[in-house]
């Protein structure tokens, strides 16, 4: 008799989110301030399904770096969110899979 195989575990994948700064390498003054707090508000929107796990800032872009094991869920989540935000133009959330390919979306205008 043969054992049923043990499942797969589902390995995790990243979105980040890069929110285009006021110029091209750390915003203007005191604009990253108020993307902590957006970073927290997506932290608690996306709980349980994903978790932030930190930020980058610089070259043009507050990024914020998600992961979890079921993007297709999150991706929704996070443009909600940000739909009621004023994102400016050139900001988008990327997946990143775990074969390496990546695939680039537009945040909601």
């Not at 499942?7 to 750390?26: F, G, M, T, V, W």
């Not at 869920?73 to 009621?84: A, D, N, R, W």
């Not at 400016?88 to 990546?102: K, T, V, Y």
């Amino acid at each position: 008799m043969h054992s049923p195989a043990p499942p797969q575990a589902i390995e995790p994948q990243r979105l980040s989110i890069h929110l285009k700064l006021a110029n091209d390498e750390y915003g203007a003054e005191g604009e990253t301030f108020q993307l902590y707090d957006v970073e927290d508000a997506i932290g608690a929107a996306i709980e349980p399904a994903g978790v932030i796990e930190g930020h980058e800032i610089g070259k043009g872009f507050f990024v914020i770096f998600v992961t979890g094991t079921h993007p297709d869920t999150l991706l929704p989540m996070i443009q909600k969110h940000l739909s009621m935000l004023r994102v400016r133009s050139g900001s988008f959330i990327a997946l990143r899979r775990s074969d390496g390919s990546e695939t680039r979306f537009p945040t909601p205008p």
